[in-house]
């Protein structure tokens, strides 16, 4: 599972929050204060794991924000189950950051595979979700894309997000092979 | 404008469905004996209601409701107990527990085209599964209920109360797909080991 987003939106804090062993986070000291005010940034790869059983583990990747690390977003999404992208309400422009996000990440969406998460919605709450749905559906009219607002410091709420993200995953494989099913 | 009538929360949620679809700066107080008013300001999506600690019960009925136009010099509401789409859900899950929204048309596909803020409403793992299913095509709600495995008036319900919020529509134009197996019933399905490891 990865979680994106960009630098502040509360990556490092959702895997932390979620993880079930100490979070393994690559920090260096943040060069960049007018972006984000924080000291650190993850600059290379948060990871954290939940077990589903003893035989699977699920797996979280929360990778780093700027966009100078698009690559490994390419590279990473190949084999994800799934991404949770992850914004602050209080940057500039959340809106249209998230769709600007969203256009490296079209396979996953197309699979049914992505939910938004808006976070620190307690210190500014516009835009409204029902905003970001509104430029979701715009853009991608033929995809329901979910975006719930979330405190990344909230496990509870993080594990809504997840189940609902799944649970879109497979809704989707159930529809294209009914899909398949009617074509035959 | 006035409602002397004694209301349902039914009544209430048709009177709020026709309020938003105006698209008018508009505000609706529902009014319960034993209980602090509602006040929906419906064009700023919020609510303020000084009784609900966030799952508070909505007070029975017969409600009054009462409904006026805002004015420029209107200020918005002061306290905003939450969002509006939170309130709706809690009287669209009161008001069409055991009957189908009047509006609603037998036999008709509906496709999602936004889920509910699951972090602000109280959604059991049946009404995410079907959410899911409802966003992912337009699909019939006998089939959808069949696959989750529910009662089909938990997928009536939630269907109605998600036409209640705009976040489903009806596309008689879809194609019939048949759904085949159980939802996340296989042995490998992520979805059942989320579940089963969240207690979901």
Known sequence: MLIAGPMGSGKTTAVQSLSEIPVVSTEAHNNDRAQAD?????????????TLSPEHKLRMYGV???????????????????????VHNDAPDPVPTVLEYLEDFQDLIQRGAVAIGVTRMELLPRPTIPMYVEALRAAYPNITIPVFSVDAREAGQLQKVL??????????????????GARR | MNDA???????VADR??????????????????DAQPITIHVAADAYHWADDAGNTPLPEGPLQVRVRTLGLADRPLEVRTGTLGALLWRIGMVAFAHSAAPWMVPGERYRMVAWPNLTEVDATTEQVQLCALFGSAALDLDDVAGAVGVDRQVAVTLVS??????????????????????FGSGPRSLFRMIRERFGA
């Not at chain 1, 590279?75 to 799934?82: F, H, K, N, P, T």
């Not at chain 1, 649970?167 to 009914?178: L, P």
């Open chain 1, 38 to 50: 924080k000291l650190t940034t993850t600059v290379a790869l948060d990871y954290g794991e939940i």
């Open chain 1, 64 to 86: 780093p924000g700027q966009r100078r690390f698009s690559f490994m977003w390419k590279i990473l999404q190949e084999r994800a189950e799934g991404l949770l992208l992850l």
């Open chain 1, 163 to 180: 189940v609902a993200l799944v649970a879109a995953v497979e809704a989707t494989a159930m529809v294209g092979a009914a899909n398949e």
């Open chain 2, 5 to 11: 009538q004694a209301l349902t929360w039914g009544d």
């Open chain 2, 16 to 33: 709020l469905r026709s309020l938003r679809k105006l698209g008018l700066p508009m505000a609706m107080r529902i009014e319960a004996r």
């Open chain 2, 161 to 182: 109360t998600l036409s209640l919020t705009g976040s489903i529509e009806p596309d008689p134009t879809a194609p019939v797909r048949k759904l085949k197996g159980g």
